[in-house]
């Protein structure tokens, strides 16, 4: 006969029920932080579908204490999306609002199973899903329990997407792709043209049934209990001031970063060719803040030209690297097995352990895509601090402009290294030339008056890799009023970052 509550010495711990949306940079941080909840006491069980059952394994491994179980269901078919896609890996833009509108379908047997634990000692207390899962919304109402929602980018990002789907805002020209559209209920929030804003937004036709959907799909969102955001809230002080319109007044908290210590996080996004172990053996052979990592995420590719320029720079000035090229990244010919023949370069087709790399003394620098979670990991983790300076570059936006903008890129990678990987090097993170009476390195490598550290905290660019356009003209003060307006001017190498999930753990 199955235990009761009475029956046990101790009462079971909360069971919570995670739906993490089918996509990497999605699943991951929910994935992170169900982990942590699992530390804090909680039970929790996160719903996978054959392609995304790997991932989930992967947490369940590093759980081996049964805190954290998996409930596998059929991917759900819909008329508008092609047979065999279930997941946003190697799926075109076009198709991910259909796959939101079809992952709902998971909705009906989730109830099923969940009803069916009501009166034991496993019942559900609680669902925490992602912002692009709505749909578990009125699912928690329906059931009487708590419905949380997790943004996986920050509180700002979150507000906008909800901001669209809330207030619809349209061109005033439909032809003109730059027409601005502005956010009067977010403080501070610049105005976007309209290619910068979310395609699914962008894509939504009135009347059509994927579109309203989909739109119907966030906005159940701003009927939750409440929302959760991998962020911390220096980085985001403007927006926790006061409840967002944008979301309803719904109580917002940060609960980020949410990525775990690197011993922790090996795997944590899939298989990987290189371990952890081995790729922070390899880097332990160089000096501080010396190596360049290189990764432009899961979802983009560069290039062929872009890949090219990029190669040839690195090549050019002999710095030390690490790039995250995964299994489709157009490499020029050759230039795996002549970097691995130098020992200055590592190539990792697959997943690699990023933040292991991140945290380790010997990487002072970031080429990025800006990905949020990328963002967040080069800034710290939990009670840890990685503090390495990056480069953002528009990866996936116009193909045009980001042609342009990657090879210039590169071009000033090489330049800002000089010959033979000389040149500017960032100090460390948190150390500064000036604050320490050392020459700091300006324009070309000379040093004087009015050059900039590398370090970042006395007011150096976020933008790396410029010394061709350095010194202290008015180009380099645009920049460093961009990077603070982009980060609301915090030094966020400052600060140590821990997790607080106290809120989240209370409310469910």
Known sequence: MAETATDSPTAPAPHVLVVPYPAQGHMIPLLDLAGLLASRGLRLTVVATPATALLVALLLDARPDGAVSALTLPFPSHPA?????????????????????????????LASWIRARSDTPDRVVAILADHSC???QPLAAELGIPGIVFSPSGVCGAAVLHSLFRRMPRREDENDDESPVSFPDLPGAPAYPWWQLSLLYRMYKEGDEVSEEVRRNFLWNLESSAFVSNTFQRLEERYFGAP????????????????????????????????????????????????????????????????????AALERTGVAFVWAAGPAAP??????????????????????????ALRHRAVGWFVTHCGWNSV???????????????????????????????????RELGRAQGPAGRGRRRTGAGRCRRREGRPTVGRRGSAG?????????????????????????????????RAKTALGGIELWKFRLFVNVSWLQSLI
């Open 331 to 356: 490499l020029p010919e050759g230039f795996e097995e002549r970097a691995a023949a130098g020992g200055s370069g590592v190539v990792i087709r697959g997943w690699a352990p990023q933040v292991a």
């Open 134 to 136: 709505g749909w578990a």
């Open 449 to 481: 008056k009015g050059a900039r550290c590398g370090c970042g905290g006395c007011g150096a660019r976020r933008r790396l890799f410029v010394a061709g356009a350095g010194g202290a003209g008015a180009g380099a003060a645009r920049a460093r009023e």
């Open 81 to 109: 999306l092609p047979a065999g896609v279930e997941s946003v890996k190697n799926s075109p833009p076009t198709l991910f609002a259909a796959l939101i509108v079809a992952f709902s379908g998971l909705r009906r047997p």
């Open 244 to 311: 967002l319109a944008d979301l309803c007044l719904k109580r917002v908290r940060a609960v980020g970063p949410v990525a775990p210590e690197a011993e922790a996080g090996r795997g944590r996004g899939g298989e990987t060719t290189v371990s952890a172990a081995d790729l922070c053996a390899w880097l332990d052979r160089f000096a501080d803040s010396s190596v360049v990592y290189i990764s432009f995420g899961s979802m983009a590719v560069l290039q062929p030209p872009h890949a090219a320029a990029l190669a």
């Open 376 to 410: 967040l990991e080069a800034r710290g983790g939990r009670g840890g601090h990685a503090g390495v300076a990056y480069d953002g570059g528009p990866v996936r936006e116009r193909a045009a402009a980001r042609g342009r903008a990657g090879r210039r890129r590169a």
